[in-house]
């Protein structure tokens, strides 16, 4: 039978130990601190008793070497804190700094729930431990989106250790029987602008250029089926390509370009966009060959994507300012060209799996959280008006 001795750093003269119980003898004059030795000689047993039941359970034929690296926690990445650390730091050399901020955002906000998140292991990231971090949120108030974009998160990062093989996932916490991260999602009703607001933001004109610059970019992000603003921030002279004798913009998806099913967008360069475009030339102060005047810093990687996030501030605060000006009863935002669009095609006919694809969403799915919510008011308009027409009153 082989043999591995393991370190505890418990160290007993000869007079303080009993062989026959292997304890520190239980004698205050003989070692003082008895209680203390032996009660840490208990939980070094249970330890033991614990990876052996981990190893059993994951059918692992292990080694002494294997046995000592468990016992010691010395297996790589093992703490969940230091795993994720890495791979944010990973993610920020590959460029991928938007995932990078995200895991960043969970981990600060999973530090004011648990003080001692740098100690924990990935086994003890279980249903319990979730779900205490689900109560924790809801008593901060957090809406249930917010909660369901940490729980994705952190389902991201233990599956990521799975694969990595850091992480065994026997105490997984979602999946079959465990944490429902569906059931937090809340229903956010979608903004968009009715046909008059969007006639009144075309021909109005602002003496104040930041808010005739803002009111621009709305204009050309609508005319461009909705276009996100960070895709409107990288867009470039060559993306403008001729096909068949006609002009497009054409891009990827800035937040999908990675993917491997990433799809080529192709927009139409119409009188309106030519317009536009023409109008940020002769307007507004063009870094390199950017078409739109939104980075305006010869940045790259994180201190690009806090640019952007600065100018984004900024532009929906003067977007918020036109439509107070404007008297617009909701409240005008980026977003709200992408959803106002979104509804236009809808209304004129277009059918869902053609929207999806001009705008860019991975699946049919996402087009129908977008549509879903929309049209309510027309749909009430048009009850009534069917329902009074069938009874003879003009309307």
């Given at each position: 039978m082989k043999h591995k001795y393991i370190s505890l750093g418990l160290y007993a003269k000869k007079e303080e130990w009993d062989e026959k119980n292997e304890r520190f003898k239980c004698d205050k004059r003989v070692c003082p601190n008895y209680k203390e030795y032996n009660a840490r000689i208990i939980q070094l047993l249970a330890r033991v008793q614990k990876v052996e039941f981990d190893f059993e359970n994951e059918k692992i034929d292990w080694t002494l070497n294997q046995f000592a690296d468990a016992f010691l926690y010395k297996?790589?990445?093992?703490?969940?804190?230091?795993?994720?650390?890495?791979?944010?730091?990973?993610?920020?050399?590959?460029?991928?700094?938007?995932?990078?901020?995200?895991?960043?955002?969970?981990?600060?906000?999973?530090?004011?729930?648990?003080?001692?998140?740098?100690?924990?292991?990935?086994?003890?990231?279980?249903?319990?431990?979730?779900?205490s971090y689900n109560q924790f949120m809801e008593q901060k108030k957090w809406c249930g989106n917010t909660r369901k974009h940490d729980m994705k998160t952190l389902r991201a990062i233990l599956n990521r250790a799975i694969k990595a093989k850091e992480y065994s996932g026997n105490s997984y916490p979602f999946g079959k029987c465990g944490f429902c991260i569906s059931a937090?999602?809340?229903?956010?009703?979608?903004?968009?602008?009715?046909?008059?607001?969007?006639?009144?933001?075309?021909?109005?004109?602002?003496?104040?250029?930041?808010?005739?610059?803002?009111?621009?970019?709305?204009?050309?992000?609508?005319?461009?089926?909705?276009?996100?603003?960070?895709?409107?921030?990288y867009l470039k002279k060559d993306n403008i390509k001729v096909e068949g004798g006609k002009e497009y913009?054409?891009?990827?998806?800035?937040?999908?370009?990675?993917?491997?099913?990433?799809?080529?967008?192709?927009?139409?360069?119409?009188?309106?966009?030519?317009?536009?475009?023409?109008?940020?030339?002769?307007?507004?102060?063009?870094?390199?060959?950017?078409?739109?005047?939104?980075?305006?810093?010869?940045?790259?990687?994180?201190?690009?994507?806090?640019?952007?996030?600065?100018?984004?501030?900024?532009?929906?605060?003067?977007?918020?300012?036109?439509?107070?000006?404007?008297?617009?009863?909701?409240?005008?935002?980026?977003?709200?060209?992408?959803?106002?669009?979104?509804?236009?095609?809808?209304?004129?006919?277009?059918?869902?799996?053609?929207?999806?694809?001009v705008m860019g969403h991975k699946d049919l799915s996402t087009t129908n959280t977008y549509l879903d919510s929309f049209g309510d008011a027309e749909i009430e308009q048009m009850t009534i008006k069917s329902l009074y027409n069938n009874k003879g009153i003009r309307l």
């Open positions: 297996s790589k990445q093992s703490k969940f804190l230091d795993f994720t650390l890495s791979c944010i730091e990973n993610m920020k050399v590959a460029g991928h700094i938007g995932n990078a901020k995200v895991w960043e955002r969970l981990i600060y906000n999973m530090k004011l729930f648990d003080k001692k998140l740098h100690l924990r292991y990935f086994q003890e990231i279980d249903i319990k431990y979730v779900n937090l999602e809340e229903e956010t009703r979608k903004r968009y602008l009715p046909q008059a607001y969007l006639d009144k933001l075309m021909t109005t004109k602002f003496k104040n250029k930041p808010k005739e610059v803002a009111r621009h970019l709305f204009l050309f992000s609508y005319f461009c089926y909705g276009m996100s603003f960070v895709d409107m921030a913009l054409i891009y990827k998806r800035h937040k999908t370009e990675h993917s491997k099913n990433a799809k080529f967008i192709r927009i139409p360069i119409t009188d309106e966009l030519r317009t536009l475009i023409k109008w940020f030339q002769n307007e507004t102060l063009l870094i390199g060959s950017y078409l739109l005047p939104l980075i305006s810093r010869d940045y790259n990687g994180e201190k690009l994507y806090n640019h952007l996030h600065s100018r984004l501030g900024r532009y929906n605060k003067r977007l918020k300012e036109i439509g107070e000006e404007l008297g617009f009863t909701e409240k005008l935002t980026s977003y709200v060209s992408r959803h106002s669009m979104a509804m236009t095609l809808q209304s004129n006919g277009v059918p869902r799996e053609m929207i999806s694809q």
